[in-house]
Nanobody, 124 residues
Framework: QVQLVESGGGLVQAGGSLKLSCGASGRTTFNSAMAWFRQAPGQGREFVSAISGNGISTYYADSVKGRFAISRDSAKNTVDLQMNSLKPEDTAVYYC?????????????????WGRGTQVTVSS
């Protein structure tokens, strides 16, 4: 089993920045892709960003491209999401996920392991 724990959420004003971190423990020997998803109240969970197993390829939703940056430290089993120029519509619970694939994908079904989420609230 793999356990994922997110941290770094909070309340920030529009235009501000936050950095989310996710630590993985357990059976993490397979360096699969990792990703961030988010879920706003009353909405479905949506893809935000992913990074490949070797950390070279990154993927972003159009809504966050140019504002968010994903990175990983495979030696430490961590993945970070730097969020800049935050907007009120970025308000959501952000979830870290570990894929069953080496390359990042947007499909929730490709991610068997999930953290419990961390709240990000952006005020206008």
């Amino acid at each position: 089993q793999v356990q994922l724990v997110e941290s770094g959420g909070g309340l920030v004003q529009a235009g501000g920045s936050l950095k989310l971190s996710c630590g993985a423990s357990g059976r993490t020997t397979f360096n699969s892709a990792m990703a961030w998803f988010r879920q706003a109240p009353g909405q479905g969970r949506e893809f935000v960003s992913a990074i490949s197993g070797n950390g070279i390829s990154t993927y972003y939703a159009d809504s966050v491209k140019g504002r968010f940056a994903i990175s990983r430290d495979s030696a430490k089993n961590t993945v970070d999401l730097q969020m800049n120029s935050l907007k009120p519509e970025d308000t959501a619970v952000y979830y870290c996920a570990k894929s069953s694939r080496y390359t990042g994908t947007v499909a929730l079904s490709d991610y068997p392991y999930w953290g419990r989420g961390t709240q990000v609230t952006v005020s206008s």
